[in-house]
Nanobody, 123 residues
Framework: QVQLVESGGGVVQAGGSLRLSCAAS????????MGWFRQAPGKEREFVAG????????FYAYTVKGRFTISRDNAKNMVFLQMNSLKREDTAGYYC????????????????WGQGTQVTVSA
């Protein structure tokens, strides 16, 4: 079992930056691909970014590529999402997730989820 806890959300002005953190508990964190998803009110949960367990390679949704950076620290059992040049449309609850595959973007393929942290981008 893997437990995930997100932190770092808040209110930020458009064009600003925010860094999200996800702390994981479990014996085999390094063998899980980690992903970030987001969900706005009335919208479905969508993939934002992922980072593979096998080679540490990141992959992104086209909507955030070039603005967001995902990274992980296996020694600390943590994954991060650095968000720059934030836009109003980035406003959502952000969720950390884990799965055993690589390059996985599908919500249903992730096995474990955190409770989420709210990101609000103002004008």
């Amino acid at each position: 079992q893997v437990q995930l806890v997100e932190s770092g959300g808040g209110v930020v002005q458009a064009g600003g930056s925010l860094r999200l953190s996800c702390a994981a508990s479990g014996r085999t964190f390094s063998s899980y691909t980690m992903g970030w998803f987001r969900q706005a009110p009335g919208k479905e949960r969508e993939f934002v970014a992922g980072i593979n367990w096998s080679d540490g390679g990141p992959f992104y949704a086209y909507t955030v590529k070039g603005r967001f950076t995902i990274s992980r620290d296996n020694a600390k059992n943590m994954v991060f999402l650095q968000m720059n040049s934030l836009k109003r449309e980035d406003t959502a609850g952000y969720y950390c997730a884990a799965c055993r595959g690589v390059g996985v973007r599908g919500r249903n393929e992730y096995n474990y989820w955190g409770q989420g942290t709210q990101v609000t981008v103002s004008a």
